[in-house]
């Protein structure tokens, strides 16, 4: 048996992939330090309110894609395919401990949109692509 099989790989893929949708809810709850990292020193209500507003939007942006990689991993329909589960473990890990310390220490907004680029878009685009391929098969099969 390999280090690396579905027994140890499914429960921590799910716990990785809550973790990191309950630290990005929490972000989104308290996202005032970090938007006021993001402005110059003096800024107007109007500023605020447009780098708030695209925080909402990047935050929201990164629960839609975990909630859809969490939907396909609970669907079963890549729940066992080990590269899968490793990318996503490893990328959402990562995001996950950078995340947790983006929340601790404010950092500025383009901060978050180099961890949702690197961290967020992979392992979405590989769960769709295995969504995909999976049903394919099983329509191509009927």
Not at 21 to 49: C, H, K, M, Q
Request: glycine share 4%; proline share 4%.
């Amino acid at each position: 048996m390999s280090a690396f099989s579905s027994d140890s790989l499914v429960p921590a893929r799910f716990l990785i992939l809550l973790a990191n949708l309950i630290i990005l809810i929490l972000a989104l709850w308290s996202r005032d330090g970090n938007v006021t990292v993001s402005l110059p020193f003096e800024f107007e209500e109007e500023e605020y309110r447009n780098v708030d507003q695209e925080l909402t939007v990047a935050l929201s942006l990164g629960i839609v894609l975990i909630s859809t990689e969490l939907i396909g991993f609970l669907s079963g329909l890549s729940m066992f395919k080990p590269s899968i589960n490793l990318l996503s473990i490893f990328s959402h890990g990562f995001a996950s401990f950078v995340l947790a310390q983006w929340l601790i220490h404010p950092w500025p907004l383009s901060t978050y949109w180099i961890i949702f680029g690197s961290c967020f878009v992979l392992p979405f685009i590989t769960e769709i692509i295995t969504i995909a391929k999976v049903l394919y098969g099983k329509i191509r099969d009927i």
